[in-house]
C-alpha cells in the first residue's frame, strides 16, 4: 500500500481489485466460448448495491447493455454482474436480446436474487449469436470467492485481444471508516469511448445514493475513460459500471458532506488507473502517449484537443517511429472546432521544447528521437487562450495493429 503524491489521505492499494471493498466477491471461468482461455466471469455482492452505469452512444448498442439498463432502472440496484468474452452479443436482433435476458435469469437463479438485480455484459465479435448452452454451463459451476486467484480469474475471463489484466484499487478514510474502491477492465482495440469494446467494472463499500453515485460516475467518465482512443472507433458494447454496497458504514455520501471530494478523488483515480492501461494495451501499441493541454478557453476545449491529437493516427505513427514531426501536432490541433490563436500555441514533447508563440525552437532530433523510445510519451501543449485544462490518453499505431485486425476473427 502506497500514500499518493498530493493525496495524502487517499492509499493504492498493490495487488487490489474489485474483490478487495467489503462484501465484494468474483469468479471467472472456462466455459467453451474459447478454445482453453477463461471466458465467463461473475461479480457478486452478498448485499444488493447502490449502481450506475454508462453506457456507449454508438447506435448499435448491443443487447446486455439494454438488458442492464432495464435492470438498473427498476431501482437503481444490482447485485450481480455476469460477463463473457469472444462473443459481444451485438447486431443480433430479437435472440439476440433474449439471450441477454437468459443469461440474467441463469445467473439470478444461482445466486437467488430477483432478475433485476443482475447486470450483463458481452465482449468479442459482433455478429454471432452466444452459445447458450455453454453460457447456461458455465454460469452453473463457476463458483466466486474473494481471494487474488478469484479476482484474476474474473480480470482474464474478461480478455479479448488484450494482452495484460487491468485493475486497479484504492482507499481513504470517510468518518473514520476505511472506504474502498477496485477496478477491472478490458479493452485494447475498438476503443474511442463516448458515454471499445471497452468494459470496465468499479466495486465500491461506500455509502452512497444511486443518483449521486450516477452523477459521480459520469462526471468522471468524461474526464477518464471518454479522454482515452486507441483507434477512433466507438464499440457496440462500451459500458462502465459501479455497485456502492455501503458495506464501510460511512455517513452517507452526497454533495454536501465534508469528505464528498475525497470520495469523488478514489473514483477518478480508480477510472483514471484503468483508462491509461487499457490506452497503453492499445493493439499492436509499443508506448502510452499522454498528451496534456493548458491554456485553453474551457477545460472542454483543452480535452478536445488532447484528444484529437493523441488520436491522429499520423501523430500515433510518428511515435511509434520515434519522429518527432511536430507538424502533425499542430495540424491535429488545427482541425480541432476550439477557439484558439494560431500565433500562441507552445509545443513540448517530453522536456524538449519544440514550439513556442507557434514559432520553432532550435533542438536536437537525437535527444527527440531518444526521449521518442521511451515506453510513455508525454505531449504538452499551451494554447495560452485561457485557463482551461485536459487531458488525454492512447497509443502508438504499429504494423502488429494491422495484423492483429485483418485476422480478428480468424
Known sequence: MQTLSGTDEIKEIENGGITTPLGFFAAGTHAGLRYSKKDLGIIYSDVSANSAAVYTVNHFQAPPLQVTQQSIEVEGKLQAIVVNSACANACTGERGYQDALKMRSLTAEKFNLKDHLVAVASTGVIGEFLPMEKIQSGIEQISVGQTIKHTEDFQTAILTTDTVMKSCCFSAEINGKKVTIGGAAKGSGMIHPNMATMLAFLTTDAAIPQPYLYSALKEVTDVTFNQITVDGDTSTN????????????????????????????????????????????????????????????????????????????????????????????????????????????DIAIGSIQILKNSEPQLFSNEKATEYLKNDVINIFINLNNGVGKGQAWGCDLSYDYVKINANYRT
Open 238 to 345: 462500451d459500458m462502465v459500471i459501479v455497485m456502492a454496497n455501503g458495506k464501510a458504514g460511512n455517513d452517507l455520501l452526497t454533495p454536501e458532506h465534508p469528505e464528498w471530494k475525497v470520495f469523488k478523488q478514489l473514483l477518478k483515480l480508480c477510472c483514471e488507473g484503468l483508462a491509461k492501461q487499457v490506452a497503453k494495451d492499445g493493439e499492436g501499441a509499443t508506448k502510452l502517449i499522454d498528451v496534456i493541454v493548458e491554456g485553453a478557453a474551457t477545460n472542454e476545449e483543452a480535452r478536445i484537443v488532447a484528444k484529437q491529437v493523441v488520436g491522429s493516427n499520423l501523430v500515433k505513427t510518428a511515435v511509434f517511429g520515434a519522429d518527432a514531426n511536430w507538424g502533425r501536432i499542430i495540424g491535429a490541433i488545427g482541425q480541432c472546432p476550439v477557439s484558439l490563436n494560431p500565433q500562441m500555441v
